[in-house]
């Protein structure tokens, strides 16, 4: 059974950071395909960043150059350093992970998502 644990949100000042984990069990991190996503306050939920199981990187284009996504192959989580936020990245933030081969954007494309955490960023 794959259970995923997020943690780390809160709330912040526009400009700082945060550091969101996911924590995996039933699967192996490494050599899976592994996504966050996040839905604002009457928002749809958008992808925001995945990893793939042969370190295939990509984000969207609205966190490029402030968010990094990372494994911990170690202790089999998944991370997700946010720099310079903004209040538009207030959001539920979701881990997610595919069974299929090769990371997709479509979120329907995944069969296994964590609780979520929140993340709030004031101006």
């Known amino acids: 059974q794959v259970q995923l644990v997020e943690s780390g949100g809160g709330s912040v000042q526009a400009g700082g950071s945060l550091r969101l984990s996911c924590a995996a069990s039933?699967?192996?991190?490494?050599?899976?395909?592994m996504a966050w996503f996040r839905q604002g306050s009457e928002k749809e939920r958008e992808w925001v960043a995945f990893?793939?199981?042969?370190?295939?990187?990509i984000y969207a284009d609205s966190v490029k150059g402030r968010f990094t996504i990372s494994k911990d192959n170690a202790e089999n989580t998944l991370s997700l350093q946010m720099n310079s936020l903004k209040p538009e990245d207030t959001a539920m933030y979701y881990c997610?992970?595919?069974?299929?081969?090769?990371?997709?954007?479509?979120?329907?494309?995944?069969?296994?998502w964590g609780q979520g955490t929140q993340v709030t960023v004031s101006s």
């Open positions: 039933g699967l192996t991190v490494s050599r899976a395909c």
């Open positions: 997610a992970s595919r069974a299929g081969l090769g990371c997709r954007v479509n979120q329907n494309r995944y069969n296994y």
């Open positions: 990893m793939d199981f042969d370190g295939t990187t």
